[in-house]
């Protein structure tokens, strides 16, 4: 079984670095096609301001001269889910649940046990970058599909536009979930709520060493219970009462 988790554009470098990995293939060539942009292009690139850029300028250029620091890519994300999930203190058993089944897909990475080195990066399936003429989902779907290669239970955090990198017979392996709030009958759904959930679950996940769907059915985390009326078999439905 394994558990996909998306990236984040925050991150925390106040962090012990840790040792780099050699970039695989798939890796070196978005690096390659990345470190084309100067610092005024990634501004309009990544839709970010002067500082932003030139920020995402120079980790490209450590990236390349093989300078870059890097860290356990689930304690250097620092959005809003990864504050939610359980990263430090674990037991022996959460720790080896984590590294056995959760995966963190990267656009430039690929899909990496959730503790493998990362350097500091913002790049992610909605940019329009072009690896050697192809588009970036085209660029990984090969690897991305292999690295599911056997798994026949896959728990799907990311958002629908990044599972698109995966195959049509990999997504329909894909057990996905939604994070509601029952606002006196009124049931609400926005990002907030969807990314503290992902966080808070992940962790119920790792706690509760969840192996199968009918597991992760009986979770209740954060004030979050199984709402069997709104789920379907591929899709569970968490609600929480305020």
Known sequence: MKILIPTAKEMNTDLPSIEAAPLKPESQAVLDALAFYSATQLESFYKVSVEKAAEEFQNIQDLKRQTAQHYPALKLFDGLMYRHI????????EQAYLENHVFI?????GVVPALSPMAPHR???LMKL???????KSHWKVA?????????LIFSLLSSEFETVFSKEIREKMVTFKFMEDRGGQLKIHS???????????????????????????????GFTYREDL?????????KEV
């Not at 897909?105 to 990475?109: D, E, F, H, N």
């Not at 789920?231 to 609600?239: C, G, N």
């Open 86 to 93: 359980k990263r430090d203190k674990l037991t022996e058993v």
């Open 144 to 152: 991305y599909d292999e690295a599911m290669n056997g798994e026949d």
């Open 105 to 109: 897909t990267s656009a430039l990475y």
């Open 192 to 222: 907030t709520i969807s990314k503290k959930a992902r966080g808070a679950f992940l962790t119920a996940l790792i706690e509760n060493q969840v192996q199968t769907v009918e597991e992760a059915r009986r979770l209740s985390f954060a």
């Open 231 to 239: 789920s379907q078999p591929q899709e569970l439905v968490f609600v």
């Open 130 to 136: 072009k690896v050697a003429g192809k588009t970036l």
């Open 123 to 125: 790049l992610d399936f």
